[in-house]
Nanobody
Framework: QVQLVESGGGLVQPGGSRRLSCEIAGRTVSTYAMGWFRQVPGQERESVAAISWAGATYYSDSVKGRATVSRDNAKNSVYLQMNNLKPEDTAVYYC?????????????????WGQGTQITVSS
């Protein structure tokens, strides 16, 4: 079974930056797309960014220009660099793995999630 371990969250002041990491166990990620999602209590999980096996990227309008998704296949990991953080970025962030980038952008495609990592943006 795939295991997803997200880390890197924390309390950040508005305008600050944070780099999230996701280590994936149980599957070699080099031929998979990976996605980042976030969820606020009481709201649906939403896609934030995704990266294909070849390195093509996708960003939601809410983070475009402030986020960079990257991957390190040797470490079976995916990363999300978030800059110029805003209070509305406060959420639990999750990663997941899918067969292609289109699938990796839709949270409804997944039945299993890791524990996520919390980003709180507040002064």
């Amino acid at each position: 079974q795939v295991q997803l371990v997200e880390s890197g969250g924390g309390l950040v002041q508005p305008g600050g930056s944070r780099r999230l990491s996701c280590e994936i166990a149980g599957r070699t990620v080099s031929t998979y797309a990976m996605g980042w999602f976030r969820q606020v209590p009481g709201q649906e999980r939403e896609s934030v960014a995704a990266i294909s096996w070849a390195g093509a990227t996708y960003y939601s309008d809410s983070v475009k220009g402030r986020a960079t998704v990257s991957r390190d296949n040797a470490k079976n990991s995916v990363y999300l660099q978030m800059n110029n953080l805003k209070p509305e970025d406060t959420a639990v962030y999750y990663c997941n793995i899918a067969g292609n980038i289109a699938l990796a952008k839709n949270p409804q495609n997944f039945d299993y999630w890791g524990q996520g990592t919390q980003i709180t943006v507040s002064s």
